[in-house]
């Protein structure tokens, strides 16, 4: 039970925290009468998993030589990292081993030089045999000094190669590449929380204050909540534990957990000069909940 003077020493450090808020109200009020009431957070959790498959190069130079018939995606043995938390592993999944022509080179293992088009035509005169030669403005057509006048080259200068064929950087000259089939493995905690609160303080206030754990469960199923003194604890549990039992349809839940949290609060009825008004301490922390604080000395009280 919340003491007066821990009720008006709570209400000074939330006024001090306010910078335009007078501690003045603070200091001088009467705390009339201090309620205990219970604020109560239900949390449920579902951890679940869901599994794809993708191909993947190999570009690691392993033997995966076949060994059998590869195992479905859900029987390969994959376990989360930490429960409760989302996160991601890829796994290779045995026996998936598959070669493909290279869709660069068509499965050639070269591609044609476009500058001699693989037959080494001379890139200068364009495999005429004729070069154009520039004196001023006359131009005239000689023989082309790069090829001497063959149209052909030896070795050309675009793929310094004697017969147009470039190594197909995709496969290094190999005309196939090696895939695998990869297991993404997706686990996923879904979050829902209920606040019951009565008496105006912000829900995201309750659920960020320290309390006392009433009832905690962790199992691969839970069942709803189904005695409380307060109907609607059991009635938001069914309705939560029923939607996650249908929400995600392509991910299996393997695991559930819900805590029931009370949090206390405490309603201070306090009066000062023509002003009554109520606050409330809530959380073991002792936050303070004022909306109707008279924190300028003109608004809402007569003071003088
Ligand atoms: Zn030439
Ligand atoms: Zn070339
Ligand atoms: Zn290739």
Not at 114 to 133: F, K
Not at 151 to 166: D, F, P, Y
Not at 185 to 203: A, D, F, R
């Amino acid at each position: 039970m919340l003491s007066k003077q821990a009720a008006k020493d709570a209400l000074l450090q939330h006024v001090n925290k306010h910078f335009f808020y007078s501690s003045t109200p603070a200091k001088e009020m009467t705390v009339t009468s201090i309620v205990p009431l219970s604020a109560w957070h239900y949390t449920l959790e579902s951890f679940t998993e869901q599994r794809s498959t993708r191909e993947t190069l190999c570009n690691d130079g392993l033997d995966r030589s076949l060994n059998g018939a590869p195992p479905h995606p859900w029987d390969v043995h994959c376990t989360p990292s930490t429960e409760f938390m989302s996160h991601q592993k890829v796994l290779e999944i045995p026996n998936t081993s598959v070669k493909k022509s290279c869709n660069n080179c068509n499965g050639r293992g070269y591609k044609i030089c476009r500058a001699c088009d693989g037959m080494n035509i001379c890139c200068h005169c364009h495999g005429a045999g004729l070069a154009w030669e520039y004196h001023g403005t006359n131009t005239r057509r000689v023989a082309c000094r790069t090829c001497y006048a063959t149209g052909h080259v030896q070795i050309c200068l675009g793929c310094k190669t004697r017969n147009g064929q470039i190594t197909c950087s995709t496969c290094t000259g190999k005309g196939s590449l090696q895939y695998y089939t990869e297991l993404v493995v997706k686990y996923t905690n879904h979050v829902s929380e209920y606040v019951l609160e009565k008496n105006g303080i912000p829900k995201d206030k309750i659920k960020g204050v320290r309390g006392q754990v009433v009832f905690q469960q962790n199992l691969p199923c839970v069942e709803p909540i189904s005695q409380h003194s307060e109907q609607q604890i059991i009635v938001n549990s069914m309705r939560m534990v029923n939607d996650h039992r249908q929400a995600w349809p392509g991910e299996k839940i393997i695991k559930q957990r819900q805590v029931l949290r009370s949090v206390p609060v405490s309603e201070v009825a306090y009066t000062w000069y023509d002003c009554n008004q109520r606050f409330w301490v809530f959380g073991n922390e002792r936050e303070v909940h004022a909306p109707d604080y008279p924190y300028q000395h003109l608004w809402g009280c007569n003071v003088s």
